[in-house]
């Protein structure tokens, strides 16, 4: 089982990024899978999850920015990020079935 998130990168306040989480060993779209992001000097938090079912859940902060959405043909599951802010910047990790993504780095200017 392995997760391989990528997309991070710097982006001035206001702008985009999309983050993928490929999953390999498993099939996604069985299982919910989760993004969390940990910022400098900051706890790991839960940012956004998708059921199994297609449901989807979030944290208040990113609510009307952030969408979670699934590609189950390419076992992938993507967190599209809008209207960023400096406090957003953190490492973004993927998890399901228990197993971590190795994390994503994104760095919002401001």
């Known amino acids: 089982v392995q997760l391989q998130a990528s997309g991070g990168g710097l982006v001035q306040a206001g702008g985009s990024l999309r983050l993928s989480c490929v999953a390999s060993?498993?099939?996604?779209?069985?299982?919910?899978i989760d993004w969390f992001r940990q910022g400098p000097g900051k706890e790991r938090e839960l940012v956004a999850t998708i059921t199994r079912g297609g449901i989807t859940n979030y944290a208040d902060f990113v609510k009307g920015r952030f969408t979670i959405s699934r590609d189950n043909a390419k076992n992938t599951v993507y967190l599209q990020m809008n209207s960023l802010k400096p406090e957003d910047t953190a490492v973004y990790y993927c998890?399901?079935?228990?197993?971590w993504g190795q994390g994503t780095l994104v760095t919002v200017s401001s």
């Open positions: 060993g498993f099939t996604a779209d069985y299982y919910a």
């Open positions: 998890r399901g079935v228990g197993y």
